[in-house]
DNA sequence: TCTGGGGTCCTAGGACCC
DNA sequence: TCTGGGGTCCTAGGACCC
């Protein structure tokens, strides 16, 4: 028997606890013991996430963090620092990589990985699972949950039965590890009784269009025919559903996957009115999206600009050029020429700029180093000045930090306004 | 009680080409 | 004079995930 065939229960799902909040609780061991919610504290901000204290109470992340404090006055709140979780995760990430090469990353905190390859080395999935949930607790000092399954969908939905509970005394623990089967009736055993909204893929408008249909549970879904839910929710999902519905899932575990858009996006404490302001702030977003591409080495063709209004309708604008760029000057052109054509009188309460159709970056003239030798001559035409520009910010960035120079538009009375990933991540932090 | 930021995937219509 | 079908690209919107 092949220990790697497809049949054995060889995927795992970890899912990190409360990984910002458990983070945070190790860090400042004080913290220990109480409801902590990690999150944006303004008015305008949602909980990120919340310690097992916090949950007992309601609290959960995504919520509103004005509901989170009625819900538990007495929360402690801790601003996220987002930086720090990129560095646990790319160390958990390493401790994923000792049982296995196949590790596809879904988030900063959960991963699947394939296993199937690594029996004969390692042993059974369930004891690879032990093993690695007990290494995450030595060398990060951190609880994951883990589930084991033959297919991904099942292995998620098996970290979850892994899961703690919460009580206001603070976790209570859960199996840790939980295999799904084997063998079909004991996956169907498992599968069906679960609510809808458990299924990955599941939101509420899905769920509210299977409301009709009388669909509460798994087993529900799993008794409707293919061609009602894809008449329903359309081929994709219809088909992909009623697969799931059954166990079926062939989604492989695949690591190491390109990224498709890069984007940033900010909700604004107060709304934005004055054009200028909103012009201003779309080469900020731009800035600092050209500053991401070009550190992966990438550019992209097409410019998406995204705006919501005060009363939360959310539409988008894009353009796609005819070649790739990896400069803020050129993304804010494209973004501003999209603004001239959306109404701004309502006001604006968030605005997203974002590069997709991505591919290798245009072909670069000179460095600066090139540039300097030549007398501060690139290639002299505009694009070329932009990206010799570009090159020279990215150069000062790197020995000086992100906010050492900037596009002299975005200084203020306050500095240099240079936007980086994980700012504001949680809502604007002032009322 | 008023909703973040970073993404992925799907659908549908129109343009354009063969 | 009326009438093709398929494929690809672009744009916009929507659902969903963590």
């Known amino acids: 028997m092949d220990p790697g065939a497809s049949d054995g229960a060889s995927i795992l799902h970890v899912d990190m606890d409360a990984f910002f909040a458990s983070v945070e609780i190790r860090d400042d061991p004080s913290l220990a013991g109480k409801p902590v919610v990690v999150g944006g504290k303004g008015g305008r901000g949602v909980v990120a996430a919340a310690s097992y204290e916090a949950r007992a109470y309601g609290v959960h992340s995504a919520m509103p963090s004005s509901r989170a404090k009625r819900l538990c006055p007495q929360a402690v709140w801790v601003d996220g620092h987002y930086d720090r979780y990129v560095e646990v995760s790319a160390e958990l990430h390493q401790l994923f990589h000792e049982v296995t090469p196949l590790v596809e990353g879904i988030s900063i905190d959960e991963a699947f990985l394939d296993v199937s390859g690594a029996r004969r080395l390692l042993g059974e999935p369930v ?14 000092d951190l609880g994951a949950s883990v589930g084991v399954a033959r297919v991904k969908m099942l292995a998620k939905l098996g970290s979850e039965a892994a899961k703690p509970g919460a009580s206001p005394h603070g976790p209570v623990p859960g199996p840790g590890v939980f295999v799904v089967g084997p063998g079909r009736e004991a996956e169907l055993a498992f599968l069906h009784p679960l609510p809808i909204r458990a299924v990955w893929g599941v939101g509420p408008a899905t769920a509210k269009r299977l409301e009709r249909y009388g669909v509460e549970t798994v087993g529900d879904l799993a008794r409707l025919t293919p061609e009602v839910l894809v008449g329903s929710l359309g081929q994709a999902v219809g088909r992909h559903l009623h697969d799931l519905a059954w166990a079926r899932d062939p989604r492989p575990v695949v690591p190491d996957q390109a990224v498709k858009s890069v984007g940033h996006e900010e909700t604004y404490a107060r709304d934005l009115t004055d054009p200028s302001i909103v012009n201003r702030e779309a080469l900020r977003l731009s800035d600092a999206v050209a500053t991401r591409l070009r550190r992966a080495a990438i550019a992209g063709r097409t410019v998406t600009v995204k705006v919501r209004y005060p009363d939360f309708t959310t539409f988008t604008r894009s ?37 997709s159709q991505l591919g290798p970056p245009p072909v670069r003239q000179l460095t600066l180093d090139d540039a300097m030798a030549e007398g501060g001559r690139g290639r002299g035409d505009a694009d070329g000045v932009r990206a010799d520009v570009a090159q020279a910010v990215d150069d000062i960035r790197r ?8 596009p002299a538009a975005l200084t203020t009375a306050d500095g240099l306004r240079i936007k980086r990933k994980g700012d504001t991540q949680w809502g604007p932090t002032e009322p």
Do not use: M, N, Q, W
């Open 319 to 355: 353009k796609t050029l005819p070649d790739a760029t990896d400069v803020a000057a050129e993304i804010a052109e494209v973004a501003r020429a999209l603004l001239d054509t959306v109404d701004l009188d309502p006001g604006v309460r968030l605005l997203g700029i974002s590069l």
């Open 399 to 406: 020995k000086f930090g992100d906010r050492a120079v900037g």
């Open 127 to 140: 004891d690879i699972a032990h093993r690695l949930r007990a290494r995450i607790r030595e060398v990060l």
